[in-house]
């Protein structure tokens, strides 16, 4: 028990911590294995008919990563996505956990796969 | 001429009657300025403010929000359901600032007022006091492209998140 202590100590301290987009992404990249951002682009991209308020990460994000965007229902100005232009995006991961469960759902009615999510953020932190 | 009303003893009346109305009016900022109080922290306005404005408790009676916050996973159609603790700390700060509350101030009073006792409406947009306040907003602004919503209130209302409604931190997008 006691050698595991230090590791206890580490994980109670997690959720405390502000992680940088890397980490946040080698976390994910752990589950899924390599991420493409190439391919986190055309999720982000792709029109779906399964969403229920929208068809696009794009309907509220708008296709400009760097550009703030507009949310279809209520019309909230929403930051930016890109962390080069919105330099607290990708630094929580629970927040990082609830948008992909929520925004998901929204647009592909189902969760995204681990791979998705970390093509995903490997798109967004490519975007210089 | 005799002005006979007009001695120094009335005139001395008379400023000191202005001079106590002023005082009591600069003492009274909370009524003047419409100023609604918030939760105190970052937790509201993080969950409640991501997808709109934060709005300011005050706006609906605790009933209003008691039953919303029972309703989460299917919030007008979205899901913005949070864990169990979150919940609770939420209801609680919704609760102790709703618009019936004994400390309730005299806007939040009028809102409540205004709500029949047996209703727990879910929209603020579709309150008497709110369509009261913006009758004189025609319909066109409401739809320009920056405001698109009644319930965009930080659109106009620069300060929302901090329940600032008051007439001078009003500004109408373009």
Request: hydrophobic residues 30%; charged residues 30%.
């Given at each position: 028990m006691k050698r595991y202590l230090p590791l206890l100590a580490l994980f109670a301290a997690l959720p405390l911590q502000a992680e940088t987009p890397q980490q946040i992404l080698d976390a994910l990249v752990a589950q899924a294995g390599p991420a493409s951002a190439a391919r986190g682009e055309q999720l982000f991209r792709a029109k779906s008919t399964a969403g229920k308020t929208a068809d696009a990460c794009t309907s509220c994000h708008t296709d400009n990563p760097k550009a703030p965007g507009q949310h279809v229902k209520t019309h909230k100005t929403i930051d930016p996505l890109a962390p080069v232009a919105?330099?607290?995006?990708?630094?929580d991961p629970a927040k990082v956990e609830k948008w992909f469960k929520r925004n998901c759902n929204e647009v592909l009615a189902r969760a995204c796969t681990a791979q998705e999510k970390a093509d995903f953020t490997a798109y967004m932190i490519s975007v210089k | 001429m005799d002005h006979a009303g007009l001695n120094w003893k009335n005139l001395l009346t008379l400023a000191l009657a202005v001079g106590a109305t002023a005082f009591a009016i600069a003492r009274a900022p909370a009524d003047d300025e419409a100023i609604f109080p918030m939760p105190a922290g970052k937790t509201y306005l993080n969950e409640c403010g991501s997808c709109h404005t934060a709005f300011?408790?005050?706006?609906?009676?605790a009933r209003s929000w008691r039953k919303m916050l029972a309703g989460l996973t299917d919030h007008f159609g979205e899901d913005a359901s949070l864990d169990e603790p979150q919940r609770l700390a939420i209801l609680k700060d919704l609760e102790t600032l709703a618009?019936?509350?004994?400390?309730?101030?005299l806007r939040m009073r009028r809102i409540n007022g205004a709500i029949p006792g047996n209703a727990a409406p879910q929209?603020?947009?579709?309150s008497g006091y709110f369509k009261f306040m913006h009758?004189?907003?025609?319909r066109h602004i409401w739809q320009r492209k920056k405001i698109g919503t009644p319930g965009n209130c930080l659109a106009c209302h620069t300060r929302a998140n901090e329940g600032r409604y008051g007439e001078r931190e009003v500004r109408i997008p373009q």
């Open positions: 919105q330099k607290d995006r990708f630094t | 300011a408790p005050g706006l609906l009676p618009a019936d509350t004994p400390q309730a101030n929209r603020i947009t579709e009758d004189e907003v025609p």
